[in-house]
């Protein structure tokens, strides 16, 4: 367990004795001193050698009370570990084999922890008996063997505890022995200074002694106290993790279970065998089909290939016939543009012979229409003339001069028209 001593030394030289010693002599080359010979720790430490005693048992203890409180930090990190997987159900005894190698993947200074061990101790019980019957019996076996241990590791403190007052009591009948011893009655009288001064010695060593007894009980009511709610903090997280986890099954049913694993395994061992002449028996035909598949592949890819030969055949001579056909479609292209162009030319010369018609009659129009504008103004000369003879009644001049300007305009457009009619 974490309190039991590790040390590989004999268990009279053990490592806080070892320690206490070192200190004690420290302490004592530290008080005989002469800046500390006038103080009071030295009065009550130095006068007698009971008193060497009594610090020596005091300093031990105290180291032993150090060296176990040492360990609570290590016990505290261990109960915030999660030691066991995740309960699902009601799981199987055999399910306590893959938590014991859940909880051997630990670190070593966790599995020697109190609660390492405990669940160490009460999977490897699972294992042993192959069920849970009994195992709440076990728990609480296992929890009385760590509240005994925690009992025992603080012995040595007990002992000191009981044992200093002993001391200081011997202290005082020394010092009141060594006062009284050979005096009479009236030496007594005379020497009553030096007597009271051995009685106070003698309850010098007293108090010191009940002084290091109280305090050394008051450590060791903190300790025991503090590893007592350890201990029972681990009683009751392993009681929760393994308690009503695993099945429960009677141990009158081992040997049947025993033999009924057997025969399920020989089962087992059969339906391999048999599985694994089916998977071979697959696996030849599955080689057989594929090395049908590979010559049905060489086939058509040979076919393939034949195919592809006659496939390009037919296409060089399509490219042939092709080529020949562009050819003759280009040369008739090349026939019909020579003959557009030519066409082209005509239409062009045709354009231009159109285009000086057109600007004779364009010349031809201007002169019509400056004719239409002297017969517009004519015509408004005529009305007027009109109504001037309408109104003088003189119709019949207006006759003659009208006939006479009628024959003019003949007379003055009959050049126009021949030459029009000559063009």
């Not at 106070?200 to 106290?225: K, Q």
């Not at 709610?229 to 081992?254: P, T, Y």
């Amino acid at each position: 367990m974490a309190g039991a001593r590790k040390s590989g030394l004999p268990k009279v030289l053990d490592l806080p004795l070892a320690v206490a010693a070192a200190l004690t002599f420290g302490f004592y080359w530290v008080i005989t001193q002469e800046a500390m010979k006038a103080t009071l720790l030295h009065r009550y430490t130095t006068e007698h050698t009971v008193e060497y005693i009594i610090v020596g048992f005091f300093i031990w203890g105290l180291v032993d009370a150090a060296f176990r409180v040492l360990a609570f930090p290590r016990e505290t990190l261990a109960l915030k570990q999660a030691w066991l997987p995740p309960r699902k159900g009601r799981e199987p005894i055999g399910a306590a084999a893959s938590c014991s190698a859940y909880l051997q993947r630990k670190p070593l200074w966790l599995q020697h922890s109190r609660i390492g061990l405990r669940f160490t101790q009460a999977l490897a019980f699972l294992q042993e008996k192959g069920s849970a019957d009994g195992l709440a019996d076990y728990l609480q076996l296992l929890s009385d063997q760590d509240h005994d241990e925690t009992q025992t590791n603080y012995g040595l403190i007990r002992f000191i505890c009981w044992v200093t007052p002993m001391f200081g009591f011997l202290g005082t009948v020394v010092h009141f022995g060594t006062a009284l011893s050979g005096q009479t009655a009236g030496e007594i009288g005379d020497k009553l200074p030096t007597v009271v001064a051995e009685m106070g010695t003698a309850f010098n060593t007293t108090t010191v002694a009940l002084t290091a007894a109280t305090t050394m009980m008051f450590c060791l009511f903190l300790c025991e106290r503090t590893e007592r709610g350890i201990v029972h903090i681990i009683d009751q997280r392993v009681r929760g993790e393994l308690l009503n986890r695993f099945e429960v099954a009677e141990a009158s049913l081992g040997p049947f279970l025993a033999a009924l694993e057997a025969a399920n395994q020989t089962t087992l061992r059969a339906l391999d065998e048999t599985t694994q002449r089916q998977i071979d028996a697959w696996a030849d035909a599955l080689d057989r089909l594929h090395a049908e598949h590979e010559q049905q592949a060489k086939w058509q890819a040979q076919a393939w290939l034949e195919s592809l030969e006659k496939l390009e055949g037919r296409f060089e001579t399509n490219d042939a016939e092709r080529e020949k056909r562009l050819a003759r479609l280009l040369a008739t292209m090349d026939a019909q543009r020579s003959e557009h162009r030519g066409q082209m030319q005509a239409s062009a010369e045709q354009l231009a012979a159109l285009q000086a018609d057109f600007a004779r009659m364009a010349g031809e129009l201007a002169g019509v229409a400056s004719g239409e504008r002297d017969l517009v103004r004519l015509q408004a000369s005529l009305a007027e003339n009109l109504k001037i003879l309408r109104e003088t009644q003189q119709i019949d001049h207006a006759l003659h001069g009208l006939t006479a300007a009628i024959h003019l305009l003949t007379a003055r457009h009959q050049p126009a028209i021949k030459e029009s009619r000559a063009a």
